[in-house]
Protein backbone atom coordinates (compact mmCIF):
# COMPACT_ATOMS: atom_id res chain seq x y z
CA UNK A 1 0.00 0.00 0.00
CA UNK A 2 1.01 3.27 -0.63
CA UNK A 3 0.30 6.78 0.16
CA UNK A 4 -1.83 8.27 3.60
CA UNK A 5 -3.45 5.04 4.62
CA UNK A 6 -6.24 7.13 5.62
CA UNK A 7 -7.05 8.61 2.19
CA UNK A 8 -6.31 4.78 0.91
CA UNK A 9 -9.67 3.71 3.13
CA UNK A 10 -12.35 2.33 0.57
CA UNK A 11 -16.25 2.67 2.44
CA UNK A 12 -17.80 -0.65 1.78
CA UNK A 13 -21.89 0.24 1.40
CA UNK A 14 -23.82 -2.91 0.68
CA UNK A 15 -27.81 -2.83 -0.55
CA UNK A 16 -28.17 -6.16 -1.23
CA UNK A 17 -31.06 -5.76 0.85
CA UNK A 18 -32.34 -2.88 -0.98
CA UNK A 19 -31.35 -2.45 -4.53
CA UNK A 20 -30.37 -6.67 -4.27
CA UNK A 21 -34.05 -7.42 -2.94
CA UNK A 22 -35.22 -4.98 -6.22
CA UNK A 23 -33.96 -8.21 -8.36
CA UNK A 24 -36.95 -9.59 -10.39
CA UNK A 25 -37.54 -13.12 -8.39
CA UNK A 26 -35.70 -11.56 -5.33
CA UNK A 27 -37.42 -11.76 -1.92
CA UNK A 28 -36.66 -11.60 1.79
CA UNK A 29 -38.71 -11.64 4.59
CA UNK A 30 -37.75 -9.92 8.53
CA UNK A 31 -36.32 -12.76 9.76
CA UNK A 32 -33.81 -13.82 7.05
CA UNK A 33 -32.98 -9.43 6.52
CA UNK A 34 -31.80 -9.87 10.02
CA UNK A 35 -29.55 -12.67 9.18
CA UNK A 36 -28.23 -10.51 6.44
CA UNK A 37 -27.51 -7.97 8.55
CA UNK A 38 -25.69 -9.84 11.25
CA UNK A 39 -23.36 -11.40 8.23
CA UNK A 40 -22.71 -8.25 6.98
CA UNK A 41 -21.58 -6.34 9.84
CA UNK A 42 -19.83 -9.37 11.16
CA UNK A 43 -17.82 -9.17 8.01
CA UNK A 44 -17.00 -5.64 8.75
CA UNK A 45 -19.59 -3.70 5.90
CA UNK A 46 -19.20 -0.25 6.88
CA UNK A 47 -23.15 1.14 5.67
CA UNK A 48 -25.55 -1.61 5.37
CA UNK A 49 -28.90 -0.44 3.40
CA UNK A 50 -31.38 -1.67 5.12
CA UNK A 51 -34.49 -1.12 2.98
CA UNK A 52 -36.28 1.29 1.77
CA UNK A 53 -38.78 2.54 4.84
CA UNK A 54 -41.57 3.69 3.11
CA UNK A 55 -41.96 1.10 0.34
CA UNK A 56 -44.10 -1.24 2.79
CA UNK A 57 -44.87 -1.71 6.28
CA UNK A 58 -42.58 -5.09 6.08
CA UNK A 59 -39.34 -3.01 4.85
CA UNK A 60 -39.89 -0.32 7.59
CA UNK A 61 -40.12 -3.11 10.27
CA UNK A 62 -37.00 -4.95 8.31
CA UNK A 63 -34.77 -1.55 8.64
CA UNK A 64 -36.25 -0.51 12.29
CA UNK A 65 -35.38 -3.99 13.19
CA UNK A 66 -31.83 -3.86 11.81
CA UNK A 67 -31.21 -0.81 13.24
CA UNK A 68 -31.71 -2.06 16.91
CA UNK A 69 -29.70 -4.84 16.27
CA UNK A 70 -26.83 -3.80 14.66
CA UNK A 71 -23.80 -1.95 16.42
CA UNK A 72 -20.94 -1.21 14.34
CA UNK A 73 -22.15 -0.85 10.98
CA UNK A 74 -24.17 2.30 9.74
CA UNK A 75 -27.44 1.43 9.55
CA UNK A 76 -29.29 3.38 5.71
CA UNK A 77 -32.94 3.28 4.37
CA UNK A 78 -33.22 4.91 1.11
CA UNK A 79 -35.99 7.98 0.80
CA UNK A 80 -36.80 9.78 -2.20
CA UNK A 81 -36.92 13.45 -2.59
CA UNK A 82 -40.42 13.71 -0.58
CA UNK A 83 -40.59 14.70 3.29
CA UNK A 84 -42.89 11.72 3.79
CA UNK A 85 -40.14 9.40 2.38
CA UNK A 86 -37.80 10.98 4.46
CA UNK A 87 -39.69 11.04 8.17
CA UNK A 88 -40.22 7.53 7.52
CA UNK A 89 -36.57 6.72 7.02
CA UNK A 90 -35.58 8.52 10.35
CA UNK A 91 -38.32 6.58 11.92
CA UNK A 92 -37.16 3.55 11.24
CA UNK A 93 -33.88 4.23 11.66
CA UNK A 94 -34.31 5.84 14.93
CA UNK A 95 -32.98 3.17 16.97
CA UNK A 96 -29.69 2.78 15.05
CA UNK A 97 -26.21 3.51 16.66
CA UNK A 98 -25.26 4.83 13.83
CA UNK A 99 -27.43 6.09 11.17
CA UNK A 100 -27.58 7.37 7.28
CA UNK A 101 -30.90 8.97 4.64
CA UNK A 102 -29.92 7.90 1.34
CA UNK A 103 -32.18 10.05 -0.76
CA UNK A 104 -32.30 10.28 -4.42
CA UNK A 105 -33.96 12.55 -7.07
CA UNK A 106 -32.98 11.96 -10.63
CA UNK A 107 -31.04 14.49 -12.35
CA UNK A 108 -30.21 13.25 -16.59
CA UNK A 109 -32.66 15.44 -18.69
CA UNK A 110 -34.59 11.78 -19.97
CA UNK A 111 -35.58 11.16 -16.41
CA UNK A 112 -36.29 14.71 -15.95
CA UNK A 113 -38.61 15.07 -18.75
CA UNK A 114 -40.55 11.88 -18.90
CA UNK A 115 -39.57 10.10 -15.38
CA UNK A 116 -40.39 13.53 -13.00
CA UNK A 117 -41.94 15.71 -15.39
CA UNK A 118 -39.75 18.35 -13.57
CA UNK A 119 -37.87 21.27 -15.06
CA UNK A 120 -34.72 21.13 -13.79
CA UNK A 121 -34.78 24.24 -11.69
CA UNK A 122 -37.39 22.08 -9.70
CA UNK A 123 -35.25 19.27 -9.63
CA UNK A 124 -32.37 21.56 -8.44
CA UNK A 125 -34.66 23.08 -5.95
CA UNK A 126 -35.75 19.39 -4.62
CA UNK A 127 -32.26 18.62 -3.91
CA UNK A 128 -31.55 21.55 -1.80
CA UNK A 129 -34.54 21.08 -0.19
CA UNK A 130 -34.87 16.99 0.41
CA UNK A 131 -31.19 17.23 1.58
CA UNK A 132 -32.01 20.06 4.30
CA UNK A 133 -34.97 18.38 5.58
CA UNK A 134 -32.97 14.60 5.78
CA UNK A 135 -30.16 17.03 7.77
CA UNK A 136 -32.20 18.28 10.37
CA UNK A 137 -33.37 14.89 10.95
CA UNK A 138 -29.85 12.81 10.89
CA UNK A 139 -26.37 13.48 10.98
CA UNK A 140 -25.11 11.67 8.26
CA UNK A 141 -27.03 11.99 4.98
CA UNK A 142 -26.12 10.42 1.21
CA UNK A 143 -27.62 12.30 -1.90
CA UNK A 144 -27.96 10.49 -5.09
CA UNK A 145 -28.71 11.92 -8.31
CA UNK A 146 -30.28 9.14 -10.29
CA UNK A 147 -29.32 8.42 -13.55
CA UNK A 148 -25.93 10.76 -12.84
CA UNK A 149 -23.45 9.17 -15.69
CA UNK A 150 -26.46 10.30 -18.47
CA UNK A 151 -26.25 13.80 -16.62
CA UNK A 152 -25.26 16.98 -18.06
CA UNK A 153 -22.14 18.17 -16.39
CA UNK A 154 -22.63 21.44 -16.11
CA UNK A 155 -26.24 20.70 -14.04
CA UNK A 156 -24.63 17.32 -12.30
CA UNK A 157 -22.10 19.93 -10.92
CA UNK A 158 -24.57 22.60 -9.81
CA UNK A 159 -26.73 20.02 -8.00
CA UNK A 160 -23.32 18.60 -6.30
CA UNK A 161 -22.45 21.50 -4.70
CA UNK A 162 -26.08 22.28 -3.19
CA UNK A 163 -26.58 18.90 -2.03
CA UNK A 164 -23.00 19.36 -0.30
CA UNK A 165 -23.91 22.87 1.10
CA UNK A 166 -27.12 21.79 2.21
CA UNK A 167 -25.69 19.39 4.46
CA UNK A 168 -24.71 15.66 2.16
CA UNK A 169 -21.36 14.43 4.23
CA UNK A 170 -21.31 12.24 1.30
CA UNK A 171 -22.57 12.58 -2.55
CA UNK A 172 -23.26 8.94 -4.78
CA UNK A 173 -22.93 9.16 -8.38
CA UNK A 174 -24.79 6.19 -9.65
CA UNK A 175 -24.59 4.55 -13.39
CA UNK A 176 -28.09 3.53 -12.94
CA UNK A 177 -28.55 1.85 -16.38
CA UNK A 178 -25.02 0.03 -16.37
CA UNK A 179 -24.15 2.40 -19.63
CA UNK A 180 -20.89 3.86 -18.54
CA UNK A 181 -17.12 2.34 -19.25
CA UNK A 182 -14.33 2.96 -16.77
CA UNK A 183 -12.35 5.30 -18.33
CA UNK A 184 -15.55 7.59 -19.25
CA UNK A 185 -16.71 6.92 -15.44
CA UNK A 186 -13.11 7.53 -14.42
CA UNK A 187 -13.48 11.13 -16.52
CA UNK A 188 -16.47 12.02 -14.77
CA UNK A 189 -15.54 11.50 -11.22
CA UNK A 190 -12.65 13.46 -11.85
CA UNK A 191 -14.45 16.32 -13.69
CA UNK A 192 -16.41 16.70 -10.54
CA UNK A 193 -13.63 16.89 -8.02
CA UNK A 194 -11.84 19.66 -10.38
CA UNK A 195 -15.06 21.78 -10.71
CA UNK A 196 -17.32 21.18 -7.36
CA UNK A 197 -15.31 23.89 -5.24
CA UNK A 198 -16.51 22.42 -1.96
CA UNK A 199 -16.38 18.62 -3.12
CA UNK A 200 -13.60 17.82 -0.38
CA UNK A 201 -16.62 18.41 2.18
CA UNK A 202 -17.87 15.20 1.07
CA UNK A 203 -17.24 11.41 0.12
CA UNK A 204 -17.74 10.57 -3.29
CA UNK A 205 -19.73 7.49 -3.68
CA UNK A 206 -20.05 5.34 -6.85
CA UNK A 207 -23.83 2.55 -7.37
CA UNK A 208 -22.77 0.90 -10.71
CA UNK A 209 -24.95 -1.20 -12.40
CA UNK A 210 -24.17 -4.20 -14.46
CA UNK A 211 -26.02 -4.08 -17.75
CA UNK A 212 -22.57 -4.60 -19.91
CA UNK A 213 -21.20 -6.72 -17.26
CA UNK A 214 -18.88 -3.48 -15.95
CA UNK A 215 -20.08 -2.23 -13.01
CA UNK A 216 -17.11 -3.60 -10.68
CA UNK A 217 -14.63 -2.32 -13.27
CA UNK A 218 -16.23 0.71 -13.70
CA UNK A 219 -16.56 0.96 -9.67
CA UNK A 220 -12.52 0.45 -9.85
CA UNK A 221 -11.97 3.47 -12.04
CA UNK A 222 -14.15 5.18 -10.08
CA UNK A 223 -11.82 4.43 -7.10
CA UNK A 224 -8.78 5.50 -9.21
CA UNK A 225 -10.39 8.68 -9.98
CA UNK A 226 -10.99 9.39 -6.23
CA UNK A 227 -14.18 7.86 -5.09
CA UNK A 228 -14.07 6.47 -1.94
CA UNK A 229 -17.41 4.59 -1.17
CA UNK A 230 -18.56 1.49 -3.58
CA UNK A 231 -21.99 0.32 -3.29
CA UNK A 232 -22.19 -3.45 -3.98
CA UNK A 233 -24.49 -6.20 -3.25
CA UNK A 234 -23.64 -9.81 -2.10
CA UNK A 235 -23.38 -11.85 -5.47
CA UNK A 236 -23.91 -8.74 -7.26
CA UNK A 237 -27.50 -9.41 -6.96
CA UNK A 238 -29.78 -6.06 -7.83
CA UNK A 239 -32.07 -4.14 -10.41
CA UNK A 240 -31.85 -6.11 -13.95
CA UNK A 241 -28.50 -7.29 -14.84
CA UNK A 242 -27.39 -6.60 -10.78
CA UNK A 243 -24.81 -4.28 -9.33
CA UNK A 244 -21.50 -4.34 -8.91
CA UNK A 245 -20.51 -7.75 -6.63
CA UNK A 246 -19.31 -7.16 -3.18
CA UNK A 247 -16.90 -9.89 -3.55
CA UNK A 248 -15.17 -8.74 -6.53
CA UNK A 249 -14.69 -5.26 -5.79
CA UNK A 250 -12.93 -6.99 -2.06
CA UNK A 251 -10.52 -9.20 -3.81
CA UNK A 252 -9.83 -7.13 -6.37
CA UNK A 253 -8.81 -4.47 -4.13
CA UNK A 254 -7.07 -7.29 -1.71
CA UNK A 255 -5.17 -8.88 -4.74
CA UNK A 256 -4.35 -6.06 -6.75
CA UNK A 257 -2.85 -4.25 -4.14
CA UNK A 258 0.63 -3.53 -6.43
CA UNK A 259 -2.06 -1.96 -8.86
CA UNK A 260 -4.62 -0.84 -6.59
CA UNK A 261 -3.74 1.00 -3.59
CA UNK A 262 -7.03 0.95 -1.74
CA UNK A 263 -7.58 -0.84 1.69
CA UNK A 264 -11.23 -2.01 3.11
CA UNK A 265 -12.04 -3.21 6.62
CA UNK A 266 -13.85 -6.16 5.15
CA UNK A 267 -12.87 -9.94 6.34
CA UNK A 268 -12.76 -11.67 3.08
CA UNK A 269 -13.04 -14.86 4.83
CA UNK A 270 -16.64 -14.15 5.16
CA UNK A 271 -17.10 -13.96 2.19
CA UNK A 272 -18.42 -17.39 1.31
CA UNK A 273 -20.90 -17.73 4.09
CA UNK A 274 -22.21 -14.29 2.69
CA UNK A 275 -22.83 -15.56 -0.64
CA UNK A 276 -24.16 -18.81 0.75
CA UNK A 277 -26.96 -17.23 2.84
CA UNK A 278 -27.93 -14.56 0.04
CA UNK A 279 -28.19 -17.57 -2.02
CA UNK A 280 -30.40 -19.51 -0.16
CA UNK A 281 -32.22 -16.74 1.14
CA UNK A 282 -33.49 -15.22 -2.78
CA UNK A 283 -33.42 -18.29 -4.13
CA UNK A 284 -30.54 -17.03 -6.67
CA UNK A 285 -28.33 -20.08 -7.54
CA UNK A 286 -24.89 -18.63 -7.97
CA UNK A 287 -23.42 -19.19 -11.26
CA UNK A 288 -20.57 -22.20 -11.21
CA UNK A 289 -17.65 -19.69 -13.11
CA UNK A 290 -18.76 -16.56 -10.94
CA UNK A 291 -15.79 -15.02 -10.15
CA UNK A 292 -14.49 -15.46 -6.40
CA UNK A 293 -17.80 -17.24 -5.53
CA UNK A 294 -18.88 -19.68 -8.29
CA UNK A 295 -18.41 -23.18 -7.73
CA UNK A 296 -15.92 -23.82 -10.03
CA UNK A 297 -14.08 -20.58 -9.16
CA UNK A 298 -11.35 -22.41 -7.18
CA UNK A 299 -11.57 -25.76 -9.31
CA UNK A 300 -8.45 -26.99 -11.49
CA UNK A 301 -10.21 -29.90 -13.94
CA UNK A 302 -7.39 -29.56 -16.59
CA UNK A 303 -4.44 -32.29 -15.89
CA UNK A 304 -1.69 -29.39 -17.12
CA UNK A 305 -3.17 -26.96 -14.31
CA UNK A 306 -3.76 -29.91 -11.52
CA UNK A 307 -0.38 -30.60 -11.79
CA UNK A 308 1.10 -27.04 -11.74
CA UNK A 309 -1.17 -26.49 -8.65
CA UNK A 310 1.01 -29.52 -7.51
CA UNK A 311 3.89 -28.01 -7.93
CA UNK A 312 2.75 -24.66 -6.79
CA UNK A 313 -0.41 -23.09 -5.95
CA UNK A 314 0.68 -19.82 -7.59
CA UNK A 315 0.84 -21.24 -10.76
CA UNK A 316 -2.85 -20.93 -11.11
CA UNK A 317 -4.13 -19.54 -8.55
CA UNK A 318 -4.16 -15.51 -7.80
CA UNK A 319 -5.77 -15.89 -4.37
CA UNK A 320 -6.02 -18.92 -1.65
CA UNK A 321 -9.50 -20.34 -1.43
CA UNK A 322 -8.95 -19.53 2.54
CA UNK A 323 -8.69 -16.08 1.93
CA UNK A 324 -12.48 -16.28 0.93
CA UNK A 325 -13.63 -18.27 3.41
CA UNK A 326 -13.51 -22.01 1.52
CA UNK A 327 -11.43 -24.61 3.85
CA UNK A 328 -10.25 -27.21 2.15
CA UNK A 329 -11.21 -30.44 4.47
CA UNK A 330 -10.05 -33.52 4.66
CA UNK A 331 -13.21 -35.07 6.58
CA UNK A 332 -15.10 -37.56 4.48
CA UNK A 333 -18.96 -37.33 5.41
CA UNK A 334 -20.84 -40.63 5.64
CA UNK A 335 -23.45 -42.45 7.73
CA UNK A 336 -21.21 -42.82 10.40
CA UNK A 337 -20.37 -39.51 10.87
CA UNK A 338 -20.89 -38.02 14.29
CA UNK A 339 -22.45 -34.44 15.44
CA UNK A 340 -19.14 -33.28 16.65
CA UNK A 341 -17.39 -33.92 12.89
CA UNK A 342 -20.41 -32.46 11.12
CA UNK A 343 -20.45 -29.04 13.13
CA UNK A 344 -16.74 -28.95 12.36
CA UNK A 345 -17.74 -29.82 8.39
CA UNK A 346 -20.13 -26.98 8.80
CA UNK A 347 -17.60 -24.59 10.20
CA UNK A 348 -14.89 -25.43 7.59
CA UNK A 349 -18.04 -24.68 4.84
CA UNK A 350 -18.28 -21.47 6.52
CA UNK A 351 -21.86 -21.84 8.13
CA UNK A 352 -22.01 -20.33 11.40
CA UNK A 353 -25.04 -22.16 12.71
CA UNK A 354 -27.15 -21.82 15.95
CA UNK A 355 -27.74 -25.18 17.76
CA UNK A 356 -31.27 -25.88 17.04
CA UNK A 357 -29.86 -24.99 13.26
CA UNK A 358 -27.10 -27.48 13.33
CA UNK A 359 -29.22 -30.28 15.06
CA UNK A 360 -32.04 -29.66 12.38
CA UNK A 361 -29.01 -30.05 9.60
CA UNK A 362 -27.62 -33.18 11.55
CA UNK A 363 -31.13 -34.76 11.24
CA UNK A 364 -31.35 -34.35 7.95
CA UNK A 365 -27.70 -35.11 6.90
CA UNK A 366 -28.19 -38.25 9.05
CA UNK A 367 -31.36 -39.10 6.80
CA UNK A 368 -29.84 -37.92 3.71
CA UNK A 369 -26.76 -40.22 4.36
CA UNK A 370 -29.16 -43.08 4.93
CA UNK A 371 -30.01 -42.55 1.03
CA UNK A 372 -26.60 -41.83 -0.35
CA UNK A 373 -23.05 -43.82 0.19
CA UNK A 374 -21.05 -40.22 -0.25
CA UNK A 375 -22.22 -37.44 1.16
CA UNK A 376 -20.24 -34.21 -0.57
CA UNK A 377 -19.52 -30.62 0.64
CA UNK A 378 -21.53 -29.71 -1.99
CA UNK A 379 -24.78 -32.31 -0.44
CA UNK A 380 -24.08 -30.60 2.36
CA UNK A 381 -24.76 -26.97 1.44
CA UNK A 382 -27.49 -28.00 -0.29
CA UNK A 383 -29.41 -29.08 2.75
CA UNK A 384 -27.93 -26.27 5.24
CA UNK A 385 -29.47 -23.78 2.39
CA UNK A 386 -32.57 -25.48 2.07
CA UNK A 387 -33.23 -25.56 5.70
CA UNK A 388 -32.39 -21.41 5.66
CA UNK A 389 -34.75 -21.29 3.09
CA UNK A 390 -37.84 -22.48 4.74
CA UNK A 391 -36.93 -21.63 8.26
CA UNK A 392 -39.32 -19.19 8.89
CA UNK A 393 -42.03 -20.29 5.68
CA UNK A 394 -45.65 -19.86 6.64
CA UNK A 395 -46.29 -22.93 4.79
CA UNK A 396 -44.48 -25.77 5.21
CA UNK A 397 -44.19 -29.27 3.18
CA UNK A 398 -45.19 -32.11 5.87
CA UNK A 399 -45.13 -34.49 3.44
CA UNK A 400 -45.33 -36.16 -0.02
CA UNK A 401 -46.05 -39.45 -1.89
CA UNK A 402 -46.51 -39.26 -5.32
CA UNK A 403 -48.17 -42.89 -7.53
CA UNK A 404 -46.82 -42.30 -11.27
CA UNK A 405 -45.43 -44.49 -14.01
CA UNK A 406 -47.41 -46.02 -17.29
CA UNK A 407 -49.73 -47.81 -15.57
CA UNK A 408 -52.47 -44.62 -14.38
CA UNK A 409 -52.70 -40.81 -14.35
CA UNK A 410 -50.34 -39.57 -11.59
CA UNK A 411 -51.62 -39.13 -8.34
CA UNK A 412 -50.03 -36.93 -5.78
CA UNK A 413 -51.12 -37.29 -2.07
CA UNK A 414 -49.90 -34.26 0.02
CA UNK A 415 -50.15 -32.71 3.40
CA UNK A 416 -48.70 -29.45 4.07
CA UNK A 417 -48.82 -26.81 7.53
CA UNK A 418 -50.80 -23.57 7.24
CA UNK A 419 -49.79 -21.50 9.67
CA UNK A 420 -49.48 -23.82 11.97
CA UNK A 421 -52.34 -26.46 10.87
CA UNK A 422 -52.05 -29.84 8.90
CA UNK A 423 -54.01 -30.27 5.95
CA UNK A 424 -54.16 -32.64 3.59
CA UNK A 425 -55.06 -33.43 -0.38
CA UNK A 426 -55.00 -35.63 -2.98
CA UNK A 427 -54.94 -34.58 -6.57
CA UNK A 428 -54.06 -35.96 -10.20
CA UNK A 429 -52.27 -34.01 -13.44
CA UNK A 430 -50.17 -34.53 -16.29
CA UNK A 431 -47.07 -36.59 -14.80
CA UNK A 432 -45.93 -36.61 -11.29
CA UNK A 433 -45.01 -32.48 -10.93
CA UNK A 434 -47.89 -31.37 -12.27
CA UNK A 435 -49.88 -33.45 -9.86
CA UNK A 436 -47.67 -32.36 -6.93
CA UNK A 437 -48.16 -28.42 -7.56
CA UNK A 438 -52.01 -29.04 -8.26
CA UNK A 439 -51.76 -30.78 -4.94
CA UNK A 440 -50.08 -27.82 -3.49
CA UNK A 441 -53.00 -25.50 -5.11
CA UNK A 442 -55.55 -27.09 -3.99
CA UNK A 443 -53.96 -26.59 -0.38
CA UNK A 444 -52.86 -22.91 -0.66
CA UNK A 445 -55.29 -21.41 -3.74
CA UNK A 446 -53.73 -18.73 -5.88
CA UNK A 447 -53.37 -17.38 -9.21
CA UNK A 448 -50.13 -16.90 -9.80
CA UNK A 449 -48.43 -18.09 -13.18
CA UNK A 450 -45.58 -20.63 -13.45
CA UNK A 451 -42.55 -19.24 -15.21
CA UNK A 452 -40.02 -21.62 -14.59
CA UNK A 453 -39.29 -24.94 -13.23
CA UNK A 454 -35.76 -26.18 -12.87
CA UNK A 455 -33.99 -28.96 -11.74
CA UNK A 456 -30.23 -29.70 -11.43
CA UNK A 457 -28.24 -32.04 -10.01
CA UNK A 458 -25.84 -31.24 -7.15
CA UNK A 459 -23.49 -33.76 -7.84
CA UNK A 460 -23.10 -37.25 -9.86
CA UNK A 461 -24.64 -40.36 -9.51
CA UNK A 462 -28.34 -41.36 -9.73
CA UNK A 463 -28.37 -40.87 -6.13
CA UNK A 464 -27.57 -37.01 -6.37
CA UNK A 465 -29.89 -34.73 -4.62
CA UNK A 466 -31.81 -32.60 -7.24
CA UNK A 467 -32.10 -28.75 -6.73
CA UNK A 468 -34.88 -27.14 -7.99
CA UNK A 469 -36.04 -23.85 -8.50
CA UNK A 470 -38.99 -22.48 -9.09
CA UNK A 471 -40.38 -18.94 -10.68
CA UNK A 472 -44.20 -17.92 -9.87
CA UNK A 473 -45.39 -14.45 -11.08
CA UNK A 474 -47.86 -12.68 -9.59
CA UNK A 475 -49.62 -9.14 -10.66
CA UNK A 476 -46.18 -8.37 -12.17
CA UNK A 477 -44.17 -9.55 -9.10
CA UNK A 478 -41.69 -12.15 -9.69
CA UNK A 479 -40.76 -14.95 -6.70
CA UNK A 480 -38.19 -17.38 -6.82
CA UNK A 481 -38.54 -20.49 -5.31
CA UNK A 482 -35.65 -23.43 -4.23
CA UNK A 483 -35.79 -27.07 -2.99
CA UNK A 484 -33.32 -29.86 -2.34
CA UNK A 485 -33.74 -33.39 -2.43
CA UNK A 486 -33.00 -36.74 -3.41
CA UNK A 487 -36.19 -37.17 -4.29
CA UNK A 488 -36.76 -34.71 -7.01
CA UNK A 489 -40.61 -34.51 -6.59
CA UNK A 490 -40.10 -33.66 -2.59
CA UNK A 491 -37.49 -30.87 -4.15
CA UNK A 492 -39.83 -29.82 -6.50
CA UNK A 493 -42.73 -29.75 -3.77
CA UNK A 494 -40.16 -27.72 -1.10
CA UNK A 495 -39.30 -25.19 -4.63
CA UNK A 496 -42.99 -24.41 -4.67
CA UNK A 497 -43.88 -23.93 -1.63
CA UNK A 498 -40.84 -21.84 -0.64
CA UNK A 499 -41.97 -19.73 -3.54
CA UNK A 500 -45.72 -19.16 -2.52
CA UNK A 501 -43.93 -18.38 0.97
CA UNK A 502 -42.19 -15.67 -1.09
CA UNK A 503 -44.82 -14.59 -2.93
CA UNK A 504 -46.54 -13.75 1.05
CA UNK A 505 -43.88 -11.19 1.76
CA UNK A 506 -44.31 -9.69 -1.67
CA UNK A 507 -47.47 -9.51 -1.06
CA UNK A 508 -47.24 -7.09 1.34
CA UNK A 509 -44.69 -4.83 -0.72
CA UNK A 510 -46.89 -2.19 -2.70
CA UNK A 511 -44.23 -0.81 -5.07
CA UNK A 512 -43.46 2.28 -4.62
CA UNK A 513 -43.93 4.87 -7.93
CA UNK A 514 -40.65 5.86 -9.26
CA UNK A 515 -38.92 3.46 -7.53
CA UNK A 516 -36.44 2.54 -10.50
CA UNK A 517 -33.78 2.53 -9.02
O1 LIG B 1 -29.33 2.73 -9.44
C1 LIG B 1 -29.59 3.77 -8.83
O2 LIG B 1 -29.55 4.89 -9.37
C2 LIG B 1 -30.00 3.64 -7.42
C3 LIG B 1 -30.05 4.92 -6.63
C4 LIG B 1 -31.21 4.94 -5.72
C5 LIG B 1 -28.76 5.07 -5.89
O3 LIG B 1 -30.21 2.55 -6.95
ZN1 LIG C 1 -29.33 0.95 -8.21
Known amino acids: MTGNADQNRIII ?22 QIADTLERMGVDVIEAGFAIASNGDFQAVNEIAK ?24 LRPAAVKRIHTFLSTSPLHMKYKLQMEPEAVHQAVIDSVSYARNLVDDVEWSPEDGSRTEHDFLCRCVESAIKAGAGTVNIPDTVGYTVPEEFAELIRMLFNRVPNIDRATISVHCHNDLGLAVANSLAAIGAGARQVECTINGIG ?15 KTRGDRLPYWCGVDSTQIMKASRLVSAVTGFQVQNNK ?27 IMSPESVGL ?64 AHD ?3 LVSLGVVCGTKGPPQADLELEIDGSVHATKATGDGPVDATFNAIKALVPHAARLLLYQVHA ?10 VTVRLEENG ?8 DTDTLVASARAYVNALNGLFVKREKAAPQALSA
Open 291 to 317: AIVGANAFAHEAGIHQDGMLKHAGTYE
Open 327 to 390: VKSTLVMGKHSGRHAFRQKLRDLGYDLGDNAVEDAFRRFKDLADKKKDVFDEDIIALVDDNVAR
Open 394 to 396: RVK
Open 458 to 467: VTEGTDAQAE
Open 239 to 253: ERAGNAALEEIVMAL
Open 477 to 484: RSVNGWGA
Open 69 to 92: RVKTSRVCSLARAHRADIDRAAEA
Open 13 to 34: FDTTMRDGEQSPGASMNLEEKL
